[in-house]
């Protein structure tokens, strides 16, 4: 079992930044790959970003040049800066670990982004 633990949420005015932190714990040995998803009201939930254990990332088109993510292995846990924030973004984030191609997944409970003048 993995467990995901998610925070840097906030409330942020548009163009401001914010870093979200996903620490793992558990069965860190099952982890390959980990990524960020996000769901706003009334909309299905999408991807954000992705990033595996070699370091290889993959972003959202919308979120591409303002976002970037990174982890840090020594320290079970990845990060999503955001940058140029858009009231767009506004939506709960989580964090998803899993082995490759997702082989057994786990999802964090999430943390709230608004972004709001």
């Known amino acids: 079992q993995v467990q995901l633990v998610e925070s840097g949420g906030g409330l942020v005015q548009p163009g401001g930044s914010l870093r979200l932190s996903c620490a793992a714990s558990?069965?860190?040995?099952?982890?390959?790959?980990m990524g960020w998803y996000r769901q706003a009201p009334g909309k299905q939930r999408e991807l954000v970003a992705t990033?595996?254990?070699?370091?290889?990332?993959n972003y959202a088109d919308s979120v591409k040049g303002r976002f970037t993510i990174s982890r840090d292995n020594a320290k079970n846990t990845m990060y999503l800066q955001m940058n140029s924030l858009k009231p767009e973004d506004t939506a709960v984030y989580c964090c998803?670990?899993?082995?490759?191609?997702?082989?057994?997944?786990?999802w964090g409970q999430g943390t709230q982004v608004t972004v709001s003048s």
């Open positions: 998803r670990a899993g082995g490759t191609n997702w082989y057994r997944d786990y």
């Open positions: 558990g069965s860190i040995f099952e982890i390959n790959v």
């Open positions: 990033i595996t254990s070699g370091g290889s990332t």
